[in-house]
C-alpha cells in the first residue's frame, strides 16, 4: 500500500510546489521585469500621492469633472443589507436587470431627464448604462465630448479649450486594430485639474 501511497504524495508535494509557488513567483518576477507599471497595477499619482488606477473606474459626482460609466457594484453595510458602491473593486459586478426590467428603464429615463438638461446633444449609450463589470474607467469620445458643455462652465473655461483636452486624450484601438476609440476618465480629470 505505501509503493502506491508515495507516488501520490510525490506528485501532490512537487505539483504545489511547481504550480503554487515557483510558477506564481516565476510569473510576478517576470511581469515585475517587462511591465513593472502594469504589474503594480497602473497606478496614477499627485503630488506623490496615488489617487486612482488607470484600470478601475472612480465615482466623479462634481459638475467640474467628466463623469465615467455607471457603476452598479454594491456592498453589505453593518447590517447586511445590499446598498450601493459605486466602484466598488471587491464586488465587480454588472446588474441582473433585464431590457424588460421597469426599475432599469425608470433609471435611464431618469438618467437621460438629468443629462437632457445639461445638453440637447445627443446623449452616448455609454453615459446611460453600466459595463458588464461596473469598474470601466473609460468612456466613449462621444461620451466625453457631450460632457464638454457642462465642464467648461463649471470651471469657466472656453469650450474648445476643454473640447481640445478631450481630444489629446482620446486613446485609438490597440494595435490599431483591437476595440474601440476611448478616453480613461482619471487621466482626463487629472489633466483638466493641471490646465485649471
Do not use: C
Amino acid at each position: 500500500m505505501l509503493k502506491e501511497i508515495r507516488p501520490a504524495i510525490m506528485m501532490v508535494v512537487l505539483s504545489t510546489l511547481l504550480f503554487g509557488l515557483a510558477y506564481p513567483l516565476g510569473m510576478t518576477g517576470l511581469s515585475q521585469l517587462l511591465f513593472p507599471w502594469q504589474a503594480n497595477g497602473s497606478l496614477l499619482t499627485r503630488n506623490g500621492q496615488v489617487i486612482g488606477s488607470a484600470l478601475i473606474g472612480q465615482s466623479f459626482t462634481s459638475p467640474k469633472y467628466f463623469h465615467g460609466r455607471l457603476s452598479v457594484t454594491t456592498d453589505t453595510d453593518a447590517h447586511g443589507k445590499t446598498i450601493n458602491a459605486p466602484y466598488n473593486a471587491a464586488n465587480s459586478s454588472a446588474s441582473n436587470l433585464g431590457p424588460t426590467s421597469k426599475a432599469l428603464l425608470d433609471r435611464v429615463k431618469g438618467d437621460v431627464k438629468t443629462l437632457r438638461a445639461e445638453n440637447d446633444a445627443p446623449i452616448p449609450v455609454d453615459l446611460v448604462t453600466s459595463s458588464a463589470s461596473g469598474l470601466d474607467p473609460d468612456i466613449t469620445p462621444a461620451g466625453a465630448y457631450f460632457q464638454v458643455v457642462r465642464v467648461a462652465k463649471a470651471r469657466g473655461l472656453a469650450e474648445q479649450r476643454v473640447r481640445d483636452l478631450v481630444e489629446q486624450h482620446i486613446e485609438g484601438r490597440f494595435l490599431g486594430l483591437f476595440g474601440e476609440p476611448h478616453v480613461n476618465v482619471l487621466k482626463l480629470n487629472l489633466a483638466l485639474d493641471a490646465l485649471s
